[in-house]
């Protein structure tokens, strides 16, 4: 991932900061889950665009940070994924920091007037000696302690370390892409992904809107705080797993603990890969969430 990242950063003339090791070392949700296999270990991976002739006016440009969750293989850690059969599409994990590299692949040729940040978090949920355990406390960038009930709940953790970290650059929005709960898939299949948000109600809008122009449509869950107090911790601030139904909001409040900015999460566990066609879409990686972004901002820009 951090390889492909930086070809298409080199090709397309974005910046581009890998880190990796020690300097990982305040991305405690990232190391928790990737060093359960330390080669190469895991990656975050932040890339920028800004319009041509920008550069010096880049921060009176409205700023939008894409986040993706980047599990290159998900066996579930310790907490093993079962039935097994699972597994088999799981090297799919990382669509949604696919999507994001995707997106701000094209905004060169777009040229958007707007500031992107995309940051993709990456690592491999195995089963080791170094994988984290049930019961584990672990400290998020920012300082947040959560302990784990579940090591198979591992994307909202790297998504919480990028979604603390976004706040660096009081961005006007952040939108984060992550295969995270099989209760989105239950619920809409792979017909729609899931969408939680606190932004305001003309974001969630205009993504609907351009979900139901490109055909990568999305359906509006709620967030209600009942799904927080799942989460609350005993012996952390809080957990990372609720009790089981509603999965997909509370995984969504563990997400939205991190954010004091408008952001809109996009649950795409059931859209980002097709184990059969389905209208147009063959089978395999679908590329959810390019399409949907890039004409969002289109709109954005055109009204």
Not at 123 to 131: D, F, H, I, K, V
Request: aromatic fraction near 8%; glycine fraction near 10%; hydrophobic fraction near 40%.
């Amino acid at each position: 991932m951090a390889q492909e990242a930086q070809t298409i950063a080199d090709q397309e003339g974005l910046s581009i900061r890998i880190l990796a090791g020690k300097e990982l070392a305040k991305f405690g949700g990232l190391r928790a889950v990737g060093n359960s296999s330390p080669d190469p270990g895991p990656r975050f991976i932040e890339i920028t665009y800004i319009p041509r002739g920008k550069t010096k006016l880049a921060a009176a440009l409205p700023h939008v940070v894409i986040v993706g969750k980047g599990i290159t293989f998900d066996t579930g850690g310790v907490s093993l994924k079962r039935p097994y059969e699972f597994m088999t599409a799981m090297k799919s994990d990382m669509a949604g920091a696919a999507a994001a590299l995707a997106t701000i692949s094209a905004l060169p040729d777009l040229q958007p007037q707007v500031k992107v940040t995309v940051l993709m978090m990456c690592a491999e949920n195995a089963l080791s000696g170094t994988s984290q355990r049930p019961s584990d406390v672990i400290t998020q960038y920012g300082g947040t302690t959560v302990e784990i009930i579940n090591t198979d709940a591992e994307g909202r953790l790297i998504l919480g370390d990028a979604l603390s970290f976004a706040k660096k650059f009081d961005p006007q929005l952040v939108i984060d892409y992550a295969t995270l709960t099989g209760a989105a898939a239950r619920a809409f299949g792979s017909y729609g992904s899931a969408l939680m948000s606190q932004a305001p109600d003309s974001v969630v809008k205009s993504l609907k809107k351009a979900g139901d122009a490109v055909f990568e449509r999305v359906a509006e869950m709620p967030l209600w705080e009942e799904y927080y107090e799942e989460i609350k911790g005993g012996i952390a601030d809080i957990k990372n797993l609720g009790k089981g139904e509603g999965g997909a909001q509370s995984a969504a409040m563990f997400l939205r603990h991190f954010t004091q900015y408008p952001w809109v999460h996009i649950d795409i566990a059931g859209t980002a890969f097709l184990t059969s066609p389905s209208h147009y879409i063959p089978k395999g990686g679908t590329g959810v969430g390019v399409r949907l972004t890039l004409e969002f901002l289109r709109q954005q820009i055109n009204g």
